[in-house]
């Protein structure tokens, strides 16, 4: 009975839908300036998916620990051997902190009161735990960590902080999962990082890397000078933009936005071979990680969305590289810290074009007025309204 209803309702939504006729916005102004709806994002999106937490390659040995964040929760990643665990930082005898670094090597000590625990989370020892303590069962049963579940994919790694969460194969279609995989054989162990905190809310980023005509536009001085970007996006099933209805798994996606132009290779071109085709590539795995290859998989940026409120996003980046042809022949930081800086002016202009936009936002009665071109993201954003209930 209950799914009768369901198939009931879903086709007189999807009716109702092709009434309505094209969409003029892609969310209404209220979806980016909001704390209610920050709120539903935090607990049915942040709280619910798989979420990119960090690369293997900052755990380089067994008993490295770093800490993330995923909105204000801070997120302790553990090696042990080749076992990857995640749990909240905070000590379960006072809320402590357990580690304020960002980063260490060595066993989990809390600073407090030095109750210690092993990399699973579980209780490694309170000290005087006779004379002082004297915990019962109950309480014992709660000394240990919060944990959460962690996925290692390749050298990519995703945590989700839901109890029971669902298949990371229903968030990432098969093609995805198997292009992180491949392509990790092939990674360097080297990266460069770097971090920002920038006034947008995290979805106009989104659906700006989702935007398939800005690029010779806002970045006609800098990355359209190497890439031709035409008017490219994705085609969806005429069904499927009719209704406006994608799964979860539709909403990331793995393609390839632009075509290199011919006086302009990269400073790579002669040194590492390409992973993939000629060209640029991206990666857009909702709802918070953005990978791009602008040079056929020589090198990689990777940048990592993390609310903070409705006007604010830390976002996280990464530069990651194939391995050269000859590792011996190549300087690998200065190839790294090459990239950052050209990496910083092409994610500037998109940024500030996002705060622009923003501000606008707390102030304009305008909604958007969108043209046919962006259906892919309407699409993603009546998905992300279903997640959240709104």
Sequence with gaps: MNKVLSLIRSAVNSIRLLLDGPRESILPRKFYIDDSIFELEKKRIFNKLWLFIGLTNELPVSGCWIIKKVIHKE?????????????????????MRLRSEKSGKGPLVCRYHA??????GSLAKIPDFDKSYM????????????????KKIG???????????????????????????????????????????????WKLNFENLRDALHPAVLHASTLAKEVDFSAQYVQLKPLQQALRRLDLVEA????????????????????????????????????????????????????????????????????IFSKPNNLDDVFLDEIVEHRLRGLRPVMGEDYEACEEIQVALQHTNREQNIGAYEHYNINIATMYRRLIGR
């Design 155 to 201: 050298n990519f790694l995703f945590v989700c902080m839901d109890p029971k969460p669902i298949s990371i194969e229903t968030q990432f279609d098969a093609k995805i999962i198997r292009s992180l995989k491949l392509l990790s054989h092939r990674l360097t162990p080297e990266f460069g990082c770097f971090f920002e905190t920038r006034g947008f809310n």
């Design 252 to 319: 990331s996606s793995l393609s390839k936005d632009g075509e290199h132009k011919t006086e302009k290779r990269g400073h790579l071109i002669n040194l590492i071979d390409p992973s993939f085709g000629e060209g640029y590539y991206n990666w857009l795995l909702f709802p918070n990680f953005h990978m791009a290859t602008p040079d056929g998989g020589r090198s990689y940026s990777i940048e990592v969305h993390n609310p903070l409120s409705p006007s604010q996003t830390e976002v996280s980046h990464f530069v």
């Design 115 to 120: 109750w210690s625990f092993k990399p699973d």
């Design 135 to 150: 915990l019962t069962d109950r309480q014992l049963e709660r000394a240990c960590l919060t944990s959460f579940h962690i």
């Design 75 to 95: 997120i302790l990643i553990i090696r042990d051997g080749d076992t990857y665990h995640a749990h909240e930082n905070v000590c379960p005898h006072k809320n």
